[in-house]
Each structure stands twice: as structure tokens, then as C-alpha cells.
């Protein structure tokens, strides 16, 4: 048979699926997550023993970290020498470990993410509480396994005579799976370990009542007391960690922001970096300068503010924009009994005080089985010391040692260990003192083998002593609290002042499309004149808004979509430049257009509400707050049927009347307050009742009975009529008429239709547009008060073919204030 025959065919899916389960299962138990019982992962408690058996204790010098490497990479751990100093390194530095394991000497890198040293230059040893990890590994209390080449044992898991896991928390990936468990405070997990051995079925309520929440090492403010309790029960939540910072006031009225405290493994020098670049980019006015004051004090970062600054306001953009304030995700999963799982407070509580157990039962049982040994051995010594002449005539008459041991066992009912243990007595022994502590030392021995046994048979004297030793710990090496924690979670309002500087400009929007925000100072220096705007030939400005950089503009499209533009986005031109395509500022489709342009101060101003008009006669209104978003793209602002648009949108309070006018010369007055609020995606009511071949052309609201309605046809005839001419009718009617187009062959004709129609308190410049593109400026006051059903005069010379296709408002009158 050949050696190609010998090869057994195999998918490639089944063949990797195969080989990456393995090595998923490898990464996952033996690389990145932790043991619930010591809270280590592999590396971790192979470093730990590693110095432990090498002697590199904390009463004893320092070691290179290059032997301790060497000893992990050669014995326990067959992977590059970096991964196993990175472990080191982490296990040394106080800003990631609550209690570090490890006691450095040299440059261990910084919290600026400075590396460590290279592992030939630093030193190490086990630090003080690392000890209490290993106590009593030495006393059968831990399960040992072969390491990679069987050239000797490694623990499968360390004593750990504290809740390492959640004292130091731990952060890893894996295939599949990841953790993130944070570090907690040594005494409140201790009481809450020795409250849960109390009370097995003790409430959450009552546990986090100790536990209050994570301790970090660098301190900090911790927001979120429903995240923590969340993360208790199903070992899943989400906090927020904010910097203690303090507003200091300074000579000549200035002041500074000094940070004292940044979150949890957050880089000093990028957050430092990033406050430098919002100071630099300007993206908030006032930040004078950034410094890092850190040194042998501590940490203190200075944020100083130019005079007259908000301080408050610019330390709430600062949390918010950068690392001052962030969120820390739980993720508590780690291997139990061989496989991961996601754990709440209880369950690791349960797991490590079961793993206590189990260890103080095997220590004891060690210590046990010695002192039954010791003292089977001092009672065959007391007992031949009783018969000391006729042992010692015994050996006498033996012929060697082992005739010795023989004939003490035969004669006298010794043990083998027992007769051993009198050949190897010195003969100091054998004075009264000796016999007398021999004696008290068999006293000892009994009692305490008693005692041992007493904690074999009792769960709760086991549980006692279990209970006394996290005390003891508890005492000697726990602290204070570092970190402060803040039950509701605080929401960061950010003034719009603090990132732009208020300022009146002047906001153009042309028919075709350009828009741009000019200074007043560039407006006055152009010459004042709202003339002399630059536009592109053929082009003439539609919206004139005079707004502040702090509000904001909502644009509303013909489709029934808006888009919420903060005024200090719109590009600065200068008043003579056109400006540039709107479609350059907002994500505009070719098919669709602006119909409204309204500023606003506040969308969540009460009272105030959008009133929607579309081409066939629908009215909506909507609440103003209802269009408050945070999205820059379109949002829907109105259902708009097939065949329809948006024609006209207003802001009100709904306290005045509208007219509407249509195309055929048809018109209706109604009160607002009879088009009921409705939601933001909503088709509105029924505002006219309009025939197949009619439209809306304009929108009014008017209030009381003054002033006047003006209409204008498409060949520019117009007319006013008192708008006591136009009764309060129910919405949805036919209407009334208001103009009277002639027809006839003798008869000069006045129009086929109505383009534009306004309301008249005030003169109005009206600038009128024709299909060729011929401009026509003409004063309201010319046109004159007839009765609805008249047929005007003509106010804009247009011959046919031309017809007028956009009138607008010119004078300064027409203003929109915000």
C-alpha cells in the first residue's frame, strides 16, 4: 500500500472546527480567564509559586526579575519570556492592582503607560500579602499536577487565604468569552465572606449593605448604584467612574480645575494630551493651559481657565468629551470547575468560602496525621524511658541495629516507628528535665490532635477557624476605601456657551440652495445694506434670519423631513461671498428642498407648538419638543401623503387664526386651536376642502381682525382685502373666495392662478420672480383694498408667456428674530 492510500479523507470545516475547539478550550482554562477560588490566571499563579519556591520571599533581598522569568518560562510556563514579565509587571504596579503581589524595585512604568524596565535591569520579590495566597501550599492543601515535561509539580490552584478575585479583580479575552471583574475593598469583602458563612441565605440587599461597590486603586468617583446591584445579581453591568476634580479660585479672579483622581485604567498623559487638544482646537473657549503637576505628591493635573470662564461649564464638557468620565463595564465570568461562567456576587462568595474549606480540611488533616505521629512516637519514648534499664539491656544484647529494632518490638510491643525513634534518643534525654518535657509534650500533642479532630467532625468549628484567619488578614493588611460612590448617576449637561462664544450673525438662505453665516462686523463693513448679499447670477436670497451661534435652525423639507442645524455649524462667509450648497451642511436629497427655515432657542419651551400646511389642504400640529434630536441626518417631521408635499411650516402657540388660500382664488379662515396636537409622524386633518385641479399657495396666521390679506396671481395682479372680509369658518369647509380671475377674448386676462398671498399689518417689500428669471420689486401698499371677489390690478408688469414662480419678502422688516 502506498502512503498517499494510507490518508483518510476529512472536510476542512470538521478539521479546523476540531483544532480551533481545542485551542479555544486552552485559551479559555489555561490562559485568560481566572479560577473563582484564587482569582489567578495561569501565568499569574505560576510566577506567584515560582517565587515561592525559589525562596523569593519578602523577608529575604530582592531577585533580578530575568531568574524569576527564567524559572517560570523553564518549569511551569512554555511561552515567550515577554508574556510572563507582562504578568510581573502588572502584578507590581498599585494603579491596576488593589494589593499588588509583587514588590518591585527599579522602574516598573507609570501611569502615563510608561513600560517597565527590561526584566534584566529590575528586581523582585513576593510581596507581603502574596504570602497569604501561598500560606500552607505546603500542607497538602492544594491539588498538584505534572508541569508541561513532567520534571516536577505546579499547584492547580493557589490556597488563597483572602477573595483574591474580587480584591484585585482581573480583565481578560479569550475565544468567546471575556472578563471584567473589578477590584473591591479587602475589609468589605472579608466581612461580606464572613457575613455569608453567618448566614448562607443572607439577601443581596443586606451583602451590598458591606460590598458597597468596586474600590479602585486610583480612586475616583463611582456613579450607579443600580448598575452595581445589576452586576451583583447577574455578574453584568455598567458603571460610571468620573475624576475628583475641584474648581480653585486664583489670583485676579481667574480660575482652575485641579484633578486629583482619574479613573481606572485610564492613561494620565492621553487624557492630559486630549484636554491639551480641546484647548488647542478650541472647542471650548476659555481654557487658558493644561498641565501635569503629578510627582511624589501624587497625582494633580491643572486645567487653568482664562478670566471670566465658566468653569462649571467647562468641566462639564471636559467630562464628558474626554477621559475625566467613563464607563466600566462588569463582566464577571471566570472558570469554575473546569468551565466558565458568569457569576453574581453570591456565587463567587459561595465558591471561595467551598474552596476555604476544603482547604483548612486538608491542612488540617496534614497537621492531623503529624501530630498523631509525633506523638505515637513520644509515647513509645516516655514508655521506654519508664523501662529504661531493661531497653537499654535489650540493645546491649542485640547484635546490630536492626536486631535492636527487632527485639524492642518483640519484647516490649513497640512499634517499628516507635523502637526507631529510641534507637535515635541522645542520651541527654535521659535526664529528669528531658523525661518531664517528654511527657508535657505528649500532653500537648493529645490535645491537640483532639482540637483537630474537633474541626473534622464540626462544619462550623471549621467554619470558625476559617472565619478567625480572614479576620487576622482583614486586620494586618486591609484599608480604607479609595473610591467614593454616588448612588444616582449624574447627567453631564453641557451649556452650548461653553463651546461657542454667543454672537448675533446673520444666516442667509438663497432659492438656489446657498446658504452661510456672516458677522455683523463683515455685514457692517459691506456696507450695511441687505441688498448687496452676494449671490450667484440668477440667484436671489430667499431667508434672511439674524439668530445667534447658540441657536439653532429647524429646516423642513418639501418630503416632510426636518433637520436640526446648530447655527455655529453653518460655515462664516463673509457678507459679499456666496456661501456654500446646503447639500455641503445637511445630507439633502436631489428630489427634495427646503420649504421653512425656523430658529429656535429652545425646543423644549412650553406652549409652543410646529403647525404643518400641506399642497392638498392637511394641517398637523405637534409639539415643539417633539423635534428636539440629537441626529444630524433627516428625521421625519410629517407623514406626507402620495401626490403631496409640504408647503409651509410655523411655529405658534396656537393661540391665533389661520387662512388658508388656494390656486383657484378659494380661501378659508379657521381658528388653530381646532387642529388638535398630534405626534411627530403623524398626516394631520383636513384644513380646506379642496376640488381634483386645486392646491394650497399660501399659509397665513393672522390675529383679531386687523390688517389685511394680499394675493397675487401669476401674471402679477394683486388685491388686498380686509381680513374682516374672510368670516371664522370650521376647518374642512369649502371656503369662501378671495379673487376673481377674468377670462374672456376682449378682456385683458389677470391670471390663471394664485401664486402667493400675505398678510398685511405693515408695508411689505415684495420681490417677485418670473419663469425667465426677470426680477420685480413692488411696495404692498400699491396694491388696492378691494373686496374678496375682485380681480386686482396689476402690481408686477408680466406679460405672457412669462408668469411669476416665487415671491418672497425683501424689506428689513422681514426679519425673523429668534
Same mark, same amino acid.
Given at each position: 500500500?502506498?502512503?498517499?492510500?494510507?490518508?483518510?479523507?476529512?472536510?476542512?470545516?470538521?478539521?479546523?472546527?476540531?483544532?480551533?475547539?481545542?485551542?479555544?478550550?486552552?485559551?479559555?482554562?489555561?490562559?485568560?480567564?481566572?479560577?473563582?477560588?484564587?482569582?489567578?490566571?495561569?501565568?499569574?499563579?505560576?510566577?506567584?509559586?515560582?517565587?515561592?519556591?525559589?525562596?523569593?520571599?519578602?523577608?529575604?533581598?530582592?531577585?533580578?526579575?530575568?531568574?524569576?522569568?527564567?524559572?517560570?518560562?523553564?518549569?511551569?510556563?512554555?511561552?515567550?519570556?515577554?508574556?510572563?514579565?507582562?504578568?510581573?509587571?502588572?502584578?507590581?504596579?498599585?494603579?491596576?492592582?488593589?494589593?499588588?503581589?509583587?514588590?518591585?524595585?527599579?522602574?516598573?512604568?507609570?501611569?502615563?503607560?510608561?513600560?517597565?524596565?527590561?526584566?534584566?535591569?529590575?528586581?523582585?520579590?513576593?510581596?507581603?500579602?502574596?504570602?497569604?495566597?501561598?500560606?500552607?501550599?505546603?500542607?497538602?492543601?492544594?491539588?498538584?499536577?505534572?508541569?508541561?515535561?513532567?520534571?516536577?509539580?505546579?499547584?492547580?490552584?493557589?490556597?488563597?487565604?483572602?477573595?483574591?478575585?474580587?480584591?484585585?479583580?482581573?480583565?481578560?479575552?479569550?475565544?468567546?468569552?471575556?472578563?471584567?471583574?473589578?477590584?473591591?475593598?479587602?475589609?468589605?469583602?472579608?466581612?461580606?465572606?464572613?457575613?455569608?458563612?453567618?448566614?448562607?441565605?443572607?439577601?443581596?440587599?443586606?451583602?451590598?449593605?458591606?460590598?458597597?461597590?468596586?474600590?479602585?486603586?486610583?480612586?475616583?468617583?463611582?456613579?450607579?448604584?443600580?448598575?452595581?446591584?445589576?452586576?451583583?445579581?447577574?455578574?453584568?453591568?455598567?458603571?460610571?467612574?468620573?475624576?475628583?476634580?475641584?474648581?480653585?479660585?486664583?489670583?485676579?479672579?481667574?480660575?482652575?480645575?485641579?484633578?486629583?483622581?482619574?479613573?481606572?485604567?485610564?492613561?494620565?498623559?492621553?487624557?492630559?494630551?486630549?484636554?491639551?487638544?480641546?484647548?488647542?482646537?478650541?472647542?471650548?473657549?476659555?481654557?487658558?493651559?493644561?498641565?501635569?503637576?503629578?510627582?511624589?505628591?501624587?497625582?494633580?493635573?491643572?486645567?487653568?481657565?482664562?478670566?471670566?470662564?465658566?468653569?462649571?461649564?467647562?468641566?462639564?464638557?471636559?467630562?464628558?468629551?474626554?477621559?475625566?468620565?467613563?464607563?466600566?463595564?462588569?463582566?464577571?465570568?471566570?472558570?469554575?470547575?473546569?468551565?466558565?461562567?458568569?457569576?453574581?456576587?453570591?456565587?463567587?462568595?459561595?465558591?471561595?468560602?467551598?474552596?476555604?474549606?476544603?482547604?483548612?480540611?486538608?491542612?488540617?488533616?496534614?497537621?492531623?496525621?503529624?501530630?498523631?505521629?509525633?506523638?505515637?512516637?513520644?509515647?513509645?519514648?516516655?514508655?521506654?524511658?519508664?523501662?529504661?534499664?531493661?531497653?537499654?539491656?535489650?540493645?546491649?544484647?542485640?547484635?546490630?541495629?536492626?536486631?535492636?529494632?527487632?527485639?524492642?518490638?518483640?519484647?516490649?510491643?513497640?512499634?517499628?516507628?516507635?523502637?526507631?525513634?529510641?534507637?535515635?534518643?541522645?542520651?541527654?534525654?535521659?535526664?529528669?528535665?528531658?523525661?518531664?518535657?517528654?511527657?508535657?509534650?505528649?500532653?500537648?500533642?493529645?490535645?491537640?490532635?483532639?482540637?483537630?479532630?474537633?474541626?473534622?467532625?464540626?462544619?462550623?468549628?471549621?467554619?470558625?477557624?476559617?472565619?478567625?484567619?480572614?479576620?487576622?488578614?482583614?486586620?494586618?493588611?486591609?484599608?480604607?476605601?479609595?473610591?467614593?460612590?454616588?448612588?444616582?448617576?449624574?447627567?453631564?449637561?453641557?451649556?452650548?456657551?461653553?463651546?461657542?462664544?454667543?454672537?448675533?450673525?446673520?444666516?442667509?438662505?438663497?432659492?438656489?440652495?446657498?446658504?452661510?453665516?456672516?458677522?455683523?462686523?463683515?455685514?457692517?463693513?459691506?456696507?450695511?445694506?441687505?441688498?448687496?448679499?452676494?449671490?450667484?447670477?440668477?440667484?436671489?436670497?430667499?431667508?434672511?434670519?439674524?439668530?445667534?451661534?447658540?441657536?439653532?435652525?429647524?429646516?423642513?423639507?418639501?418630503?416632510?423631513?426636518?433637520?436640526?442645524?446648530?447655527?455655529?455649524?453653518?460655515?462664516?462667509?463673509?457678507?459679499?461671498?456666496?456661501?456654500?450648497?446646503? @447639500?455641503?451642511? +445637511?445630507? *439633502?436629497?436631489? /428630489? &427634495?428642498? =427646503?420649504?421653512?427655515? #425656523?430658529? $429656535?432657542? !429652545?425646543?423644549?419651551?412650553?406652549?409652543?407648538?410646529?403647525?404643518?400646511?400641506?399642497?392638498?389642504?392637511?394641517?398637523?400640529?405637534?409639539?415643539?419638543?417633539?423635534?428636539?434630536?440629537?441626529?444630524?441626518?433627516?428625521?421625519?417631521?410629517?407623514?406626507?401623503?402620495?401626490?403631496?408635499?409640504?408647503?409651509?411650516?410655523?411655529?405658534?402657540?396656537?393661540?391665533?387664526?389661520?387662512?388658508?388660500?388656494?390656486?383657484?382664488?378659494?380661501?378659508?379662515?379657521?381658528?388653530?386651536?381646532?387642529?388638535?396636537?398630534?405626534?411627530?409622524?403623524?398626516?394631520? @386633518?383636513?384644513? +380646506?376642502? *379642496?376640488?381634483? /385641479? &386645486?392646491? =394650497?399657495?399660501?399659509? #397665513?396666521? $393672522?390675529? !383679531?381682525?386687523?390688517?389685511?390679506?394680499?394675493?397675487?396671481?401669476?401674471?402679477?395682479?394683486?388685491?388686498?382685502?380686509?381680513?374682516?372680509?374672510?368670516?371664522?369658518?370650521?376647518?374642512?369647509?369649502?371656503?369662501?373666495?378671495?379673487?376673481?380671475?377674468?377670462?374672456?377674448?376682449?378682456?385683458?386676462?389677470?391670471?390663471?392662478?394664485?401664486?402667493?398671498?400675505?398678510?398685511?399689518?405693515?408695508?411689505?417689500?415684495?420681490?417677485?420672480?418670473?419663469?425667465?428669471?426677470?426680477?420685480?420689486?413692488?411696495?404692498?401698499?400699491?396694491?388696492?383694498?378691494?373686496?374678496?371677489?375682485?380681480?386686482?390690478?396689476?402690481?408686477?408688469?408680466?406679460?405672457?408667456?412669462?408668469?411669476?414662480?416665487?415671491?418672497?419678502?425683501?424689506?428689513?422688516?422681514?426679519?425673523?428674530?429668534?
Amino acid at each position: 500500500m502506498s502512503s498517499l492510500e494510507q490518508f483518510l479523507p476529512a472536510f476542512l470545516e470538521e478539521v479546523v472546527g476540531d483544532r480551533f475547539g481545542r485551542y479555544s478550550k486552552y485559551i479559555i482554562q489555561d490562559r485568560a480567564i481566572p479560577d473563582v477560588r484564587d482569582g489567578l490566571k495561569p501565568v499569574q499563579r505560576r510566577i506567584l509559586y515560582a517565587m515561592y519556591d525559589a525562596g523569593n520571599t519578602p523577608d529575604k533581598p530582592y531577585r533580578k526579575s530575568a531568574k524569576t522569568v527564567g524559572d517560570v518560562m523553564g518549569n511551569y510556563h512554555p511561552h515567550g519570556d515577554s508574556s510572563i514579565y507582562e504578568g510581573m509587571v502588572r502584578m507590581a504596579q498599585p494603579w491596576k492592582m488593589g494589593h499588588p503581589l509583587v514588590d518591585g524595585h527599579g522602574n516598573w512604568g507609570s501611569q502615563d503607560d510608561d513600560p517597565a524596565a527590561a526584566m534584566r535591569y529590575t528586581e523582585a520579590r513576593l510581596s507581603k500579602i502574596a504570602m497569604e495566597l501561598l500560606r500552607d501550599i505546603d500542607k497538602r492543601t492544594v491539588q498538584f499536577k505534572d508541569n508541561f515535561d513532567n520534571t516536577t509539580k505546579e499547584p492547580v490552584v493557589l490556597p488563597s487565604r483572602y477573595p483574591n478575585l474580587l480584591v484585585n479583580g482581573v480583565s481578560g479575552i479569550s475565544s468567546g468569552f471575556a472578563t471584567e471583574i473589578p477590584p473591591h475593598n479587602l475589609r468589605e469583602v472579608i466581612d461580606a465572606c464572613i457575613a455569608y458563612m453567618n448566614n448562607p441565605k443572607l439577601p443581596l440587599e443586606e451583602l451590598m449593605g458591606i460590598v458597597k461597590g468596586p474600590d479602585f486603586p486610583t480612586g475616583g468617583l463611582i456613579m450607579g448604584e443600580e448598575g452595581i446591584r445589576e452586576a451583583y445579581t447577574t455578574g453584568k453591568g455598567r458603571i460610571y467612574i468620573r475624576s475628583k476634580t475641584a474648581i480653585e479660585d486664583m489670583r485676579g479672579g481667574k480660575q482652575q480645575i485641579v484633578i486629583t483622581e482619574i479613573p481606572y485604567q485610564v492613561v494620565k498623559s492621553r487624557l492630559v494630551t486630549a484636554m491639551e487638544n480641546i484647548r488647542l482646537e478650541k472647542k471650548v473657549e476659555g481654557i487658558a493651559e493644561v498641565r501635569d503637576e503629578s510627582g511624589r505628591n501624587g497625582l494633580r493635573i491643572v486645567v487653568e481657565l482664562k478670566k471670566d470662564a465658566d468653569a462649571g461649564g467647562i468641566l462639564a464638557y471636559l467630562l464628558k468629551k474626554t477621559d475625566l468620565q467613563v464607563t466600566y463595564n462588569f463582566n464577571m465570568v471566570a472558570i469554575v470547575n473546569k468551565a466558565p461562567q458568569q457569576l453574581g456576587l453570591m456565587p463567587m462568595l459561595s465558591a471561595y468560602v467551598d474552596h476555604q474549606k476544603e482547604v483548612v480540611t486538608h491542612r488540617t488533616q496534614f497537621e492531623l496525621e503529624k501530630a498523631e505521629d509525633r506523638a505515637h512516637v513520644v509515647e513509645g519514648l516516655v514508655k521506654a524511658l519508664n523501662l529504661l534499664d531493661e531497653v537499654i539491656a535489650t540493645i546491649k544484647a542485640s547484635k546490630n541495629r536492626g536486631d535492636a529494632q527487632d527485639n524492642l518490638v518483640a519484647k516490649f510491643g513497640f512499634t517499628e516507628r516507635q523502637a526507631d525513634a529510641i534507637l535515635t534518643l541522645q542520651l541527654y534525654r535521659l535526664t529528669n528535665l528531658e523525661i518531664t518535657s517528654l511527657e508535657k509534650e505528649l500532653k500537648e500533642a493529645q490535645k491537640k490532635i483532639a482540637y483537630l479532630r474537633s474541626i473534622l467532625e464540626s462544619e462550623k468549628k471549621l467554619i470558625g477557624v476559617i472565619r478567625d484567619e480572614l479576620k487576622e488578614i482583614r486586620d494586618k493588611y486591609g484599608i480604607d476605601r479609595r473610591s467614593d460612590i454616588q448612588g444616582e448617576v449624574e447627567e453631564l449637561k453641557v451649556n452650548l456657551e461653553v463651546m461657542v462664544t454667543p454672537e448675533d450673525v446673520l444666516v442667509t438662505l438663497s432659492k438656489d440652495g446657498y446658504m452661510k453665516r456672516t458677522s455683523m462686523l463683515s455685514f457692517t463693513r459691506s456696507g450695511g445694506e441687505l441688498d448687496n448679499s452676494g449671490v450667484k447670477d440668477g440667484d436671489v436670497i430667499r431667508d434672511m434670519l439674524l439668530v445667534n451661534t447658540i441657536d439653532s435652525l429647524l429646516l423642513f423639507t418639501r418630503k416632510g423631513q426636518f433637520y436640526l442645524l446648530p447655527v455655529h455649524q453653518i460655515p462664516e462667509f463673509k457678507w459679499k461671498d456666496t456661501g456654500t450648497a446646503i @447639500v455641503n451642511i +445637511i445630507q *439633502l436629497p436631489k /428630489d &427634495d428642498g =427646503i420649504v421653512s427655515v #425656523l430658529p $429656535v432657542k !429652545d425646543l423644549n419651551e412650553a406652549g409652543q407648538s410646529l403647525v404643518f400646511v400641506t399642497k392638498r389642504g392637511q394641517v398637523k400640529r405637534t409639539e415643539l419638543k417633539e423635534y428636539a434630536t440629537t441626529r444630524s441626518t433627516a428625521v421625519a417631521a410629517c407623514k406626507v401623503a402620495d401626490g403631496d408635499e409640504v408647503i409651509h411650516v410655523t411655529q405658534s402657540d396656537n393661540s391665533k387664526h389661520i387662512v388658508l388660500v388656494t390656486k383657484n382664488g378659494m380661501s378659508i379662515r379657521f381658528e388653530e386651536s381646532e387642529v388638535n396636537p398630534i405626534g411627530r409622524v403623524s398626516s394631520g @386633518v383636513r384644513g +380646506i376642502a *379642496l376640488k381634483d /385641479d &386645486d392646491e =394650497i399657495t399660501a399659509a #397665513l396666521w $393672522v390675529a !383679531d381682525d386687523e390688517g389685511e390679506v394680499l394675493v397675487i396671481s401669476d401674471l402679477g395682479y394683486a388685491k388686498r382685502s380686509l381680513l374682516l372680509d374672510y368670516p371664522i369658518q370650521a376647518r374642512g369647509g369649502k371656503g369662501v373666495q378671495t379673487f376673481e380671475f377674468k377670462e374672456g377674448k376682449r378682456v385683458r386676462p389677470n391670471g390663471s392662478s394664485l401664486i402667493a398671498a400675505y398678510y398685511c399689518t405693515k408695508p411689505l417689500e415684495i420681490v417677485a420672480i418670473t419663469s425667465s428669471g426677470a426680477r420685480h420689486i413692488a411696495d404692498s401698499e400699491k396694491a388696492p383694498i378691494e373686496e374678496r371677489k375682485s380681480i386686482g390690478k396689476s402690481l408686477f408688469q408680466v406679460d405672457k408667456p412669462d408668469v411669476i414662480t416665487t415671491t418672497f419678502i425683501r424689506s428689513a422688516s422681514a426679519f425673523h428674530q429668534s
